[in-house]
């Protein structure tokens, strides 16, 4: 905390002044809200995106000073949330992360003003001991007993989750088939469905279940939640507490995403996001490297469609990073990513909806356009600064970072280790 209150006051005079001309531009909008709103904003960190990622070519450790357990893991999520006041939570993969002691880690992870976010359950690799294989699918599996080892696992990871405090399952299915003929679609949604009412009522009442689609990979035929219709399908059918989840990487090549997460929001089933930015596939790259446009759009509907319903920006959906590579500090990249989206987020309430709903009532299509551009390239990182400036944060937080050599004195502390998970 000291040394985040040193490194403001060596950039608070710059910062001030940037603050100023936002101020000045954007006098006829409640600035405070906005603000106000932006320190609300906490997005979770996957515990898998804390190492150096893989390829299915190739792992290149480069980093080191890796987190080697779950509590070195709640510490670097603490880390980034020191650094920039948005990465209050983190999520769990099973089992690549047990929690052992979830009343330890529950304390430990408050320390750092952490809560743990949606529990993600793992049936697409088979686990060392376990009785049956994933080759041919977990839910939608043929085989009864097979089926039952996933729906099994399901529960075991909520009951994890019931542990720790969190308060919902996203469920990402690999189930799908590489072959024409392989599959008979209609029985493998139906395994499906039947296995998710399984763990459906195995959730505790105030539990949400998020069914995460993805159009291709591992299958490279069919996938059995592949696309949102298929997500939608599910959850409708599941009832209430199921919604569908939106990872940006899972789509064929230029869906409109944007399009896509307003009408799950219309019809009240967006249940949460998997940030990450991609270029071919789902790549998993660094939130808003790619595409920071689309990303500002996504946000855009998100803004328009919660403000539309009543909702609350920061509770009512599950925001969550799921990137991970080869290449970047993995700390640098999630701190890159957090202030993408917030950068996204903020650009997106500064829209000037009314002037948006007057151009659209008069199909008045450059003045819409103008509009969007207008906030899309102002640059408002002084007021995603101030935010942070407020929540006890760093103005700059890679900037620290390396001034810190944080990553220096984790190899020292942690040795070159690499982190268990993908
Ligand atoms: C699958 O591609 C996915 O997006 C799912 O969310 C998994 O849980 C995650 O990546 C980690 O592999
Ligand atoms: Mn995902
Ligand atoms: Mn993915």
Not at 270 to 291: E, P, Q, R, V
Not at 364 to 369: H, L, R, S
């Amino acid at each position: 905390q000291n040394q985040i209150e040193k490194h403001n006051d060596s950039l608070l005079t710059s910062h001030q002044r940037k603050l100023a001309f936002l101020k000045e531009d954007w006098s006829h909008v409640d600035l405070e809200s906005v603000i106000q709103k932006l320190v609300d904003f906490q997005i979770a960190i996957p515990s898998w995106a804390l190492g150096t990622g893989g390829t299915r070519f190739g792992r290149f450790a480069i980093t080191g000073g890796e987190p080697r357990t779950i509590e070195e893991k709640i510490e670097d999520v603490g880390l980034l949330h020191a650094l920039n006041g948005a990465s209050g939570a983190i999520s769990l993969h099973i089992p690549w992360d047990i929690p052992q002691n979830a009343e330890a880690l529950k304390t430990l992870a408050a320390s750092y003003g952490l809560k743990f976010d949606a529990m993600n359950s793992n049936t697409f690799q088979d686990q060392a001991g376990s009785a049956h294989s994933y080759k041919f699918g977990s839910l939608q599996n043929v085989n009864k007993d097979i089926r039952k080892q996933a729906i099994e696992h399901n529960i075991e990871v909520i009951k994890h989750g019931i542990a720790l405090g969190s308060d919902a399952l996203t469920v990402w299915l690999a189930d799908g088939s590489c072959f024409p003929g392989q599959l008979n679609f209609r029985k493998a949604f139906e395994n499906t469905l039947e296995s998710l009412h399984e763990i459906y009522s195995a959730l505790p009442e105030n539990w949400k279940i998020f069914v995460e689609y993805k159009a291709f990979e591992p299958n490279f035929y069919s996938t059995t939640v592949g696309d949102w219709g298929q997500s939608l399908l599910y959850a409708s059918k599941l009832g209430k507490k199921a919604y569908t989840l939106v990872d940006l990487g899972h789509h064929l090549p230029n869906a409109n995403i944007e399009q896509i997460v307003a009408l799950l929001l219309m019809e009240g089933k967006l249940g949460g996001f998997h940030f990450n930015d991609s270029k071919y596939g789902d790549d998993d790259l660094t939130a808003g490297s790619i595409k920071p446009y689309q990303l500002f759009l996504i946000f855009n509907e998100l803004v328009e469609g919660m403000d539309a319903k009543g909702m609350n920006h920061a509770k009512d959906l599950g925001w969550m990073i799921d990137a991970s590579h080869n290449v970047k500090d993995p700390l640098e990249d999630l701190l890159q990513s957090v202030e993408a989206i917030m950068i996204a987020y903020a650009q997106a309430l500064l829209v000037d909806r009314k002037a948006l709903n007057e151009a659209q009532d008069n199909n008045d299509v450059a003045k819409a356009q103008e509009i969007l551009q207008h906030t899309f390239r102002s640059d408002l990182r002084a007021l995603v600064a101030e935010a942070r400036l407020r929540s006890g944060a760093a103005l700059s937080p890679i900037g620290l970072y390396r001034d810190l050599e944080v990553r220096n004195n984790l190899v020292n502390h942690r040795g070159n280790t690499v982190a268990t998970g993908l």
